[in-house]
Nanobody, 118 residues
Framework: QVQLVESGGGLVQPGGSLRLSCAAS????????MGWYRQAPGKQRELVAS???????NYADSVKGRFTISKDSAKNTVYLQMNSLNPEDTAIYYC????????????WGQGTQVTVSF
């Protein structure tokens, strides 16, 4: 059984920063990739950033230069540092990991709300 637990969301003013964390626990043999997605009201879930074992990172155009994804492999944890936040970043943020446990599968966090507003 694998579980992902997120933390770090909240309310922040435009121009502010937040750092999200997501830790995986359980029977984990290998994590192939980690990523962050977000879903705003009325919109589809979209990829924000991803990081592989290289590490190779990938970002959505809308967050390039503002967000940074990183990982601590020893802790099975992925982070998302979000700077220069704007109201368009308001969404529920979900972490995702492709984990080889009994077999390779996708795992999702419970989601954490990020609200950017005055």
């Amino acid at each position: 059984q694998v579980q992902l637990v997120e933390s770090g969301g909240g309310l922040v003013q435009p121009g502010g920063s937040l750092r999200l964390s997501c830790a995986a626990s359980g029977t984990i043999f290998r994590i192939n990739a980690m990523g962050w997605y977000r879903q705003a009201p009325g919109k589809q879930r979209e990829l924000v950033a991803s990081i592989t074992s290289g590490p190779v990172t990938n970002y959505a155009d809308s967050v390039k230069g503002r967000f940074t994804i990183s990982k601590d492999s020893a802790k099975n944890t992925v982070y998302l540092q979000m700077n220069s936040l704007n109201p368009e970043d308001t969404a529920i943020y979900y972490c995702n990991m492709k984990i080889y446990s009994k077999y390779l599968d996708d795992y999702w966090g419970q989601g954490t709300q990020v609200t950017v507003s005055f």
